[in-house]
């Protein structure tokens, strides 16, 4: 079975600042891992997605997302937070034939002025 | 080019009444997903579709009900709703498992409130 972990429910940053989302994940066979965004009252958008090859995976919004299998880690990064950041965010995990994705109880994202 | 749509967004129900959330796509997606949103919990799995006439439960089946009866129509019936039952529907597609897309495409929710 496949899971992910998300440290920290709630994360601050100032506008300007490194965002830093972090991601652990377990999985017995090769994942999927992703990560996806939700503004307030709207449904999951897909920021970006590792599934082979390339282990620094580049997304939407200046967003990226390094595959550390060592670390069993998929942590998301930015290098300078807009206060358009601010939302709910989710690691997600599947495998490769997997049927469903696992997700992350989410972290949500605020950017201070 | 609509995606996945879910009707209604927003539901109030009394307790024991009974309701369908309706979910449509039209990317000829196989595989459909209804999950539950609630707070500080992430997106739970309630029933997922492999195609037409093929269901499955996933990790809270309880209290709901699906078909699949086409290709693009997934809808989720509760059938005695419960207190618990009140959280944020979310119905998503993808065309296979085996793609190696494997990217979900989300309806914008399903608000439901059970009193």
Same mark, same amino acid.
């Given at each position: 079975?496949?899971?992910?972990?998300?440290?920290?429910?709630?994360?601050?940053?100032?506008?300007g600042?490194?965002?830093?989302?972090?991601?652990?994940?377990?999985?017995?066979?090769?994942?999927?891992?992703?990560?996806?965004?939700?503004?307030?009252?709207?449904?999951?958008?897909?920021?970006?997605?590792?599934?082979?090859?390339?282990?620094?995976?580049?997304?939407?919004?200046?967003?990226?997302?390094?595959?550390?299998?060592?670390?069993?880690?998929?942590?998301?990064?930015?290098?300078?937070?807009?206060?358009?950041?601010?939302?709910?965010?989710?690691?997600?995990?599947?495998?490769?034939?997997?049927y469903?994705?696992?997700?992350?109880?989410?972290?949500?994202?605020?950017?201070?002025? | 080019?609509?995606g996945?749509?879910?009707?209604?967004?927003?539901?109030?129900?009394?307790?024991?009444?009974?309701?369908?959330?309706?979910?449509?796509?039209?990317?000829?997606?196989?595989?459909m997903?209804?999950?539950?949103?609630?707070p500080?919990?992430?997106?739970?799995?309630?029933?997922?579709?492999?195609?037409?006439?093929?269901?499955?439960?996933?990790?809270?089946?309880?209290?709901?009900?699906? $078909? !699949?009866?086409?290709?693009?129509?997934?809808?989720?019936? @509760?059938?005695?709703? =419960?207190? /618990?039952?009140?959280? #944020?529907?979310?119905?998503? $597609? !993808?065309m296979?498992?085996?793609?190696?897309?494997?990217? @979900?495409?989300?309806? =914008?929710? /399903?608000?439901?409130? #059970?009193?």
């Amino acid at each position: 079975a496949q899971s992910v972990t998300q440290l920290g429910s709630h994360v601050s940053v100032s506008e300007g600042a490194l965002v830093l989302l972090r991601c652990n994940y377990s999985s017995s066979v090769p994942p999927y891992l992703f990560w996806y965004v939700q503004y307030p009252n709207q449904g999951l958008q897909l920021l970006l997605k590792y599934t082979t090859g390339a282990t620094l995976v580049k997304g939407i919004n200046g967003f990226e997302a390094e595959f550390k299998k060592s670390e069993t880690s998929f942590h998301l990064t930015k290098p300078s937070a807009h206060m358009s950041d601010a939302a709910e965010y989710f690691c997600a995990v599947s495998a490769q034939s997997g049927y469903a994705l696992n997700f992350g109880k989410g972290t949500s994202l605020l950017v201070t002025p | 080019n609509a995606g996945v749509t879910q009707t209604p967004k927003f539901r109030i129900l009394k307790i024991g009444q009974s309701m369908t959330l309706q979910c449509t796509q039209d990317m000829n997606h196989n595989y459909m997903y209804w999950y539950r949103q609630d707070p500080g919990m992430g997106l739970k799995l309630i029933y997922y579709s492999v195609g037409a006439g093929i269901t499955d439960k996933g990790e809270v089946p309880n209290g709901y009900n699906v $078909s !699949r009866s086409t290709t693009e129509d997934f809808p989720l019936r @509760l059938e005695l709703a =419960a207190p /618990s039952q009140t959280s #944020v529907y979310f119905c998503a $597609s !993808r065309m296979d498992a085996n793609s190696g897309a494997n990217v @979900l495409t989300f309806g =914008a929710g /399903s608000r439901l409130t #059970v009193l």
